[in-house]
Every structure is written in C-alpha cells, then in structure tokens.
Antibody, heavy 119, light 107 residues
Framework: QVQLQESGPRLVKPSQTLSLTCTVS??????????WSWIRQHPGKGLEWIGY???????HYNPSLKSRLTISVDTSKNQFSLKLSSVTAADTAVYYC???????????WGQGTLVTVSS | EIVLTQSPGTLSLSPGERATLSCRAS???????LAWYQQKSGQAPRLLLY???SRATGIPDRFSGSGSGTDFTLTISRLDPEDFAVYYC?????????FGQGTRVEI
C-alpha cells in the first residue's frame, strides 16, 4: 500500500523560502508509470496543483508559481521536495504531496501539512 | 486555464437519498479527462472516479459519473452516513490541471 508523508517547517516568515519533503513508502519513486506532485489548499478553499517531478528529474510547474518554485527528487531516499521562494501570507495553505498518474489524476495523497506564513 | 464550476455549493440531504453533483467546465475537457475526489473534514482528498466514469479501486458502486465536453455529473445513488463530505472535480485534459471549488454534501 502506497503511503506519502509530508514533512517540514510549519511556520515560515514572509519573503523566506518554504521547504517541504514528501517521503514515499510502499512503492518506489522510480516507478515509470507515475509522476509525483505537490498540491495545496488555502484555508477553507479549493485545491491548486503546484507542480510535479518525474524520477528522472524532469519537472512541470503551474505557471502561476513557476518563477518561485523548485521541485527536486532524491531517489536514494524515495523522497521528493518542494521549495517555494519569496513567500507571502497568500502562500499559507495545507500542502499535500500525491502520486500523479501520468499527469492525469492524483492517488493516493499524503495527509497534508499546514504551512503558515507569518512573521 | 480551464475553470471548473461546481454546483450546488451545498447539498442538504438525508441518508438513503440520491445526490447529484454538477461540474461545468469553461471549455471542453478533452477525452472526458475528469476526476472526482471526496474530502472528509481534516483528511486528504480521496480519488473516487477518473475518466469521468471509471471508479477507482475500492470505491463502492453507489458512486457513478457521467458527462462529456463541458458538463459532468457525480451521482451517489443512496447516501451512506460516511458519504457526507466535500466533493471536488478535477480536469486533466489541459495544463495546468485545475479543480472545482467543491460541493459540500451535508445532512
């Protein structure tokens, strides 16, 4: 059974960089059939796809975040990571990692982690 | 990007009743590339359906989906108490992938 778990600081100061890691268990991140995505949900709001990475390192980002975003992968640790720079209060959200079926749907998802941007 | 509009915003029903949720796209979703998710309070979304009508593994057959082009529907034939949640549609026909704003199904 594939499981994903997000980890990282829950509080980030404005203008700093938000960093999260997703650890995958129960499956290899090098499985060719899947990408690995980040998705966020602003408090009480809907969902926004952030971007994905393939195990080879190739990425695809949401244009709305592309200038501030870096997603990387560490196949030796079966992990992938998110870095979002120059954050503001508008980046406060629950951040989810998810297995991404060929840039189609997301299944399963991690439990999510609330990251608050505040001084 | 494709904007998905879900209606109604909230659906108030009783266990055993039928729920019909709508998802309308601002432009045609190619090849019916649409998924539905269920999110319970404090939990991550769970995939219910993909390709508009195919059930994900382990999803009960009371959940069904239909539609094409710009209009899609999620139907829950008989609501179980565990089905009261928020439901989101998501399109993957064009990039960036986008989600609807959700429909809350409440008792």
């Amino acid at each position: 059974q594939v499981q994903l778990q997000e980890s990282g600081p829950r509080l980030v100061k404005p203008s700093q960089t938000l960093s999260l890691t997703c650890t995958v268990s129960g499956a290899s991140i090098t499985s060719g059939a899947y990408y690995w995505s980040w998705i966020r949900q602003h408090p009480g709001k809907g969902l926004e796809w952030i971007g994905y990475i393939y195990y080879s390192g190739s990425t695809h980002y949401n244009p709305s975040l592309k200038s501030r975003l870096t997603i990387s992968v560490d196949t030796s640790k079966n992990q992938f990571s998110l870095k979002l720079s120059s954050v503001t209060a508008a980046d406060t959200a629950v951040y989810y990692c998810a297995r991404d079926r060929s840039s189609w749907w997301f299944d399963p998802w991690g439990q999510g982690t609330l990251v608050t941007v505040s001084s | 990007e494709i904007v998905l509009t879900q209606s109604p915003g909230t659906l108030s029903l009783s266990p055993g009743e039928r729920a019909t949720l709508s998802c309308r796209a601002s432009q045609s979703v190619s090849s019916s590339y649409l998924a539905w998710y269920q999110q319970k309070s404090g939990q991550a979304p769970r995939l219910l359906l993909y390709d508009a009508s195919s059930r994900a593994t382990g999803i009960p057959d009371r959940f069904s989906g239909s539609g094409s082009g710009t209009d899609f529907t999620l139907t829950i034939s008989r609501l179980d108490p565990e089905d009261f949640a928020v439901y989101y549609c998501q399109q993957y026909g064009s990039s960036p992938r986008t989600f609807g704003q959700g429909t809350r199904v409440e008792i």
